[in-house]
């Protein structure tokens, strides 16, 4: 009796011993992964558990910040388009869009490097966009370059997309006048080829399936991150940066018009300040 228990204390010696070296193996891998998760991992927010859970998530948010980070340089004077369109064109030899002025000239009061698109339909909505553009960037260049006043730098340049039957494009125009600060000017349009007309922002949440709340809320959360930023900035440095008013009814989803899509399918809504003030001010947010 006395050799049988004294096997049972063997046997179950081995065990104990085996099973706290388990504990500690697994003790030791536990600690690796939460070091791994907490500094290495790249998906550690959306994804705690390495599941592979929020993945594509957090993918999209580096895509989308990297697209903010380049947004200045999209502005290259052509076009991209994706997918299968049809238009009528007023110009059977000309794209889509195209420059339709181009001037790259410094003078003692001035320097200019101009590129000013068209959009090549015929439809009396498109006439309508280019007389527009005329307006807001033709006429500026020459009150530029017929001006005597004062040194001017003045730059205009673009960018258009076509997807599928949305084509979208934007302008950007910055002046600087003397000692003034520099002004941004960011237009963009958005022209449904399938019927003529042009794209509300609305529609386009349609067709990406994505709803008015829910962008709401994206928009009033970066706003509110952009102007706290712009708050540590303004106390930390004492220079006079204006905020933004957050209940301004131009950040309402209903009242937006500055937007495009670009041909890898993201959203871009633009609010540039310098469409209605003097200033360079801009903020770009971007949706999947």
């Known amino acids: 009796m006395e050799k049988d228990t004294k096997d049972v204390d063997k046997i179950l010696g081995m065990n104990r011993t085996l099973f706290l070296v388990i504990v500690i193996l697994l003790c030791i891998l536990s600690i690796c992964v939460g070091v791994y998760a907490q500094f290495f991992y790249k998906y550690s ?3 705690a558990f390495m599941f592979g859970l929020g993945r594509n998530q957090a993918q999209n948010e580096e895509e989308i910040k990297r697209l903010k980070n380049e947004f200045e340089n999209i502005f290259t004077n052509d076009i991209e388009t994706s997918g299968e369109f049809s238009c009528t064109k007023a110009d059977d030899k000309k794209d889509i869009v195209f420059t339709d002025k181009t001037v790259s000239k410094e003078s003692e009061n001035y320097s200019v490097d101009i590129n000013i698109p068209k959009i090549n339909i015929d439809s009396d909505v498109a006439k ?8 807001i960037f033709n006429t500026k260049l020459e009150s530029v370059t017929n001006n005597n006043s004062q040194k001017t730098i003045y730059n205009i340049a673009y960018k258009a997309y076509i997807n599928g039957d949305l084509l979208s ?3 950007k125009s910055t002046l600087k006048e003397g000692n003034n600060a520099q002004a941004v000017i960011i237009k963009t349009y958005n ?18 399936d994505l709803y008015e709340e829910e962008v709401q809320a994206d928009i009033d959360d970066e706003l509110e991150y952009l102007n706290e930023k712009d708050k540590e ?20 989803v209903e009242n937006v018009d500055n937007f495009i899509v670009s041909t890898n399918g993201y959203l871009y809504v633009i609010y540039a300040y310098g469409n209605t003030e003097h200033t360079s001010k801009h903020d770009v947010i971007i949706f999947k």
């Open 233 to 252: 900035l303004k106390e930390a440095s004492n220079y006079d940066i204006k905020l933004r008013d957050l209940n301004s009814d131009m950040y309402k």
């Open 45 to 47: 927010k959306s994804d």
């Open 128 to 135: 309508d966009i280019n007389k527009e553009i005329d307006t």
């Open 169 to 171: 494009l934007i302008i």
């Open 191 to 208: 022209y449904n080829l399938a019927n003529n007309a042009k794209a509300s922002f609305k529609e386009v949440l349609e067709a990406k």
